[in-house]
């Protein structure tokens, strides 16, 4: 690809870039790993070494997994819980109401109950809030509790843990969130993201709530196998079976694919597999999955039932399903969230709806999408916030004015650090409640803050990316003829999976082909053929174009030529093996 026709806009409004590469260093990876081109292309773009590869296509977890030691206060938290299994306290945990919030506390749950304690657990609902509460705390305290552990919340929870502590309650924080210089006053909080942090594996930071509570249990099990506490009484856990839980919040809380989060994914998807889970299992049936998982099933079938939960239905249900131990229990709760994710759907269309009216009916002064609503249902404004951040490429944020406050919502794009705004404007009295990623936040604020608040997101975002919108870059992985789409290439191309944040599925372009007998199917999308002039046919399809000027230029293509982006894969349809094209982009030859 030449450069005049990289910094071309494509029809999907994109422009192309076709990374330059050391051809050398490509040839090497190729011969000694005897890889395609393309999967030693890929693994260079993404920067691994050579000594790394056999690590990266086969991750394994006695060869990642760190000693949990190495995080500050682990030891701690470790030996403090131990003690409680001991002592057969009563231990309580508070979890989030999102899919790694269900499965942290799962996690936790199931490693307690196999070594004797039933703990009480609280999930909030969005009425009460994010994370750790002074109401939690008092029904802990109505109920005798010892001791208190919060997965994926807790970190900047300062003024519930000041109350918990004149309850003389102790609490352990088991998170991931972005900490602030001051941490809360708590008997121990294990935090990879601690600004103190001296561990230096670096991609523990990368873990999601529940990479770093399944450490935490390999370090409470290990002191009390120490202690002796492991006989033919209390047999031993089995830590490796909850694997499929580890991957499926590590998926679903899109954190980058890289090093132990790897091999969690690859594990837990060989774990799931083998359907051990009753609850994993009955939303799988539920869902229509007939075939081995993937990450694309945990991202986008298992997880978006499992969220829909906390969106607009029962936020506990997350965590009772995937701890379930009987079987038509476990089915009724499946349909539940099954429905429940039909009713979000809805909800969501609405709000995004009136979300779009208001941006495009209205100028806006800042290089940010930011809109308000007084009756959109708190549940779906982190999804909104996702897909207008995808219409614009801007970071975009969707809140829904309640009675008391306000409650918000926010995605953003790689040039603007959410969790580092987000951080500012507390520190400027702008918001009451706030903390996330770099990528995606949450917060709450009150509404006669909204304009203050749109205007230093405004300044903030102006300042990192300038005024106007940023045009959308793809990369592309490797660039293909048509006759080079083959089932062998895209089976070996799955060497590379778990796609995900920092791992994405591979762009691949395809030169000079023709749109063939293009047709809409289901809600928008555009099915065809592509052919060439050397020889050769794929079937492909794009979805959601058919309103757009990708999908028009398809539907009506009558014999053009075009270069087409996309990701290469194998179909198993009914049993038979072929290969299809995921159209991404297009442009005119």
């Known amino acids: 690809m030449d450069e005049t026709s990289e910094n071309e806009k494509s029809l999907g409004g994109n422009r192309w870039k076709v990374v330059p590469v050391n051809e050398r260093i490509i040839e090497s990876i190729s011969q000694k790993y005897q890889l395609p081109y393309l999967v030693a292309r890929v693994l260079y773009l993404r920067g691994i070494r050579e000594e790394e590869i056999s690590n990266y296509i086969c991750p394994k977890l006695q060869t990642l997994l760190p000693d949990p030691s190495c995080l500050k206060d682990m030891d ?77 919340c807790g970190t900047t929870a300062f003024e519930t843990f000041e109350y918990a502590k004149e309850k003389k309650m102790p609490i352990i924080v088991l998170d991931h969130h972005e900490a602030e210089v001051k941490l809360p006053d708590v008997y121990a909080l294990v935090n990879p993201k601690r600004l103190d942090e001296t561990c230096e594996v670096e991609y523990l930071k990368y873990m999601a709530a529940v990479g770093v509570v399944f450490i935490t249990i390999v370090g409470i099990n290990r002191e009390l196998r120490r202690r002796g506490f492991f006989g033919s009484n209390n047999p031993e856990p089995n830590l490796l079976q909850w694997l499929d839980l580890v991957a499926l919040g590590t998926v679903c809380d899109v954190v980058p694919l890289k090093g132990l989060n790897r091999a969690f994914v690859k594990q837990g998807l060989k774990v799931m597999s083998l359907r051990n889970n009753l609850g994993i299992r009955a939303l799988a049936d539920k869902s229509g999955i007939n075939e081995a998982p993937t990450a694309f099933h945990l991202g986008y079938v298992l997880g978006p039932r499992i969220n829909a ?149 405004g300044e903030y975002v102006s300042n990192k990316i300038g005024k106007e919108a940023i045009v959308p870059i793809i990369d592309i992985d490797g660039e293909l003829e048509l006759s080079g789409a083959t089932l062998d290439l895209a089976e070996k191309l799955e060497m590379l999976e778990p796609y995900g944040s920092g791992n994405a599925e591979p762009k691949i372009l395809l030169h000079r082909v023709r749109i063939n007998k293009a047709s809409i199917i289901g809600s928008g999308h555009v099915k065809c053929f592509l052919g060439s002039d050397s020889g050769g046919s794929v079937k492909a399809i794009a979805f959601r174009v058919a309103d757009n000027d990708m999908g028009q230029a398809m539907l009506n293509a009558k014999g053009e030529i075009f270069d087409v982006v996309g990701v290469l894969r194998k179909d198993s349809w009914q049993g038979r093996n072929s290969v299809q094209f995921i159209i991404e982009d297009i442009k005119r030859c």
């Open 76 to 152: 701690k938290a470790s030996s403090r819980i131990a003690d409680s299994i001991e002592k057969k306290e009563k231990i309580a945990i508070i979890g989030d109401y999102d899919v790694d919030g269900a499965t942290s506390s799962s996690v936790l749950r199931l490693y307690l109950e196999s070594v004797g304690i039933n703990p009480l657990i609280h999930i909030p609902d969005r009425e009460e809030g994010y994370g750790p509460s002074k109401m939690a705390i008092d029904e802990f305290a109505a109920q005798g509790v010892d001791l208190v552990i919060t997965t994926d």
């Open 309 to 457: 939960c906390g969106r607009v239905g029962d936020s506990g249900l997350g965590n009772k399903l995937l701890c379930m131990k009987d079987e038509t229990q476990a089915q009724i709760l499946a349909e539940k969230l099954d429905e429940f994710n039909r009713q979000r759907k809805e909800i969501e269309n609405y709000v995004l709806l009136n979300a779009i009216e208001m941006l495009e009916g209205t100028p806006q002064n800042y290089p940010i999408a930011f809109v308000a609503g007084h009756d959109w249902h708190q549940g779906v404004i982190g999804i909104v916030a996702g897909k207008l951040k995808e219409r614009y490429n801007l970071p975009s944020f969707v809140m829904s004015i309640e009675a008391d406050e306000v409650k918000g919502s926010a995605r953003s794009i790689p040039e603007v650090d959410l969790g580092a705004l987000i951080i500012s404007a507390k520190e400027q009295g702008l918001l009451t409640k706030g903390g996330g990623h770099t990528m995606a936040a949450g917060f709450s604020l009150n509404e006669d803050k909204i304009e203050a608040f749109k205007e230093f997101v």
